[in-house]
């Protein structure tokens, strides 16, 4: 399906600002569609002066009133099974909130249809449409009361620009819903009405009483255990309501949101402005009860710093054990022990890399290439054998990227077995320029792998299978058992030396 920036791109010739506006808007009209208990419709008119549905909301707080998927349609197709809307034209022409007459029936349903204009700068740049079932005669209730009064008064902060506001949120904070909890307090933030859920909410925080009439910023300063905190909502929230009838609507980037620790509970809460015609209408507060939700969260932190702590005390442990291999190689005085000793001490080393990379994660990846890199550094220390002090080079081409600890730890020690028996073997007494080049090929499916060196070649009638050096072994077990992949080991492609090639699927 396409996106509100294709479908506007396909169908208007906004300028970016316009263009912006409209999806800030479509981020923000949730909060329309639920206080309205009514379906939403974006409008805009088409190079071709047909207007054109570019995006669609349908109410949480009510049934919808559009079964059908709207985007992309022209408003006035006559196979529309809603019918041809003339209020959204109205609208566009007038640059003001136009209503129809009477309701329309649509099949079983009387729909009440409102056309709001969009304002940008000045111009009206789409129209939104708006459909509510009209078919429930019941007197509204306090709360439908508030709702509706309020989603009035962000209609027409849209008709003159200021809706929505661009807000600060450098926290990334979530939007509380309509639903979670709404309070409508007056332009000097008095509580004219709090809907049950916020209530709860403010009574899980410690309030024992009713809000109506109460300075809501006062209240939860009693609340707060941050006395800063306090301060800090104090401020948003007389921000928002507004407090003087001349006062100017909030700058861009105001902070209208805060999660607020009580005693008791904690609390998401946004802010938001109600002003027409220059004047407050005070504002909206929805609060979210986030006290379940942030204590699995501290859970959740707690949980993961208790694991990196293991991968740090794993990664020290080991450290300890390589060290200790390195002593024992050290006293031996049989050349072939040394050489075990000192292979199994860079198997240990290459494991406690990736612990050592896990430690400091907080989602138990790693970054291959940056363990590939430090391991290739310690290797080129090693100095080809019988091979005149001559060293060999090793090169990555291309990123491996980032997998998850139960492919890197073994796809580690392969490679750190490849290139060890490449330096080993593959190389003749006294060669110069030595290379090897580890490439790599990604895609969403697997990664591709492939080692070569310039060096003499495989020896003839070579087979991984039937070897018996430890290496290789422990290479084939792991590429097989814990890698789910496969291995071809055979001459470099153009020239001399040997090219291994790891195939591992990352599902």
Known sequence: MATLTDLLAEHTTLSDGAAAHLQRLVAEWQLLADLSFADYLLAVSGEDGNLVYVAQSRP?????????????????????????????????????????????????????????????DGQVIAVLGRAADASDIRPASPLEAAYRDAAQALCEMVV?????????NTLGLSTPRAGDGFVRVDPQGRVVYASPNALSAVHRMGWNTDLSGM????????????????VDAAAMIENAAGGRDDAALPGPL?????????????????????????????AVLLIRDVTEVKRRDLALISKDATIREIHHRVKNNLQSVSALLRLQARRSGNAETRQALSEAVRRVSSIALVHEMLSGSVDEEVDLDAIVDRVATSLVDVTI?????????????????????????????????????????????????AMIVIDCHRDVRSVTVRVTDNGKGLPDGFDIAASDRLGLQIVRTLVSNDLRGSIDIGPAVGGPGTRVELEIPLH
């Open 60 to 120: 949480n707080t009510a049934s919808t009133v559009f079964q059908q998927d709207e985007v992309g349609h022209r408003v006035d197709r006559p196979a529309s099974p809603q019918g041809a809307n003339p209020v959204i034209e109205q609208a566009l022409a007038s640059g003001r909130i136009e209503r129809e007459g009477i309701a329309t029936r649509f099949g079983n349903l009387l729909v009440d249809r409102i056309a709001v204009p969009v304002t940008f």
């Open 160 to 168: 003159e620009g200021t809706f929505p506001l661009d807000e600060a």
């Open 215 to 230: 300075v809501i910023a006062d209240t939860l300063a009693e609340l707060l255990t941050d006395p800063f905190e306090s």
């Open 254 to 282: 105001i902070a209208m949101r805060m999660e607020l620790d009580a005693r008791r509970a904690s609390v998401l809460i946004r802010a938001v402005p109600l002003r027409s015609r220059a004047r407050s209408q005070g």
């Open 385 to 433: 054998p019988d091979g005149g002090g001559e060293r060999v080079e090793i090169r990555r081409d291309n990123r491996l990227g980032v997998l998850s600890a139960d492919l890197a730890m073994p796809l580690v020690m392969v490679l750190t077995e490849v290139l060890q028996n490449s330096i080993e073997h593959g190389f003749t007494s006294g060669q110069r320029g």
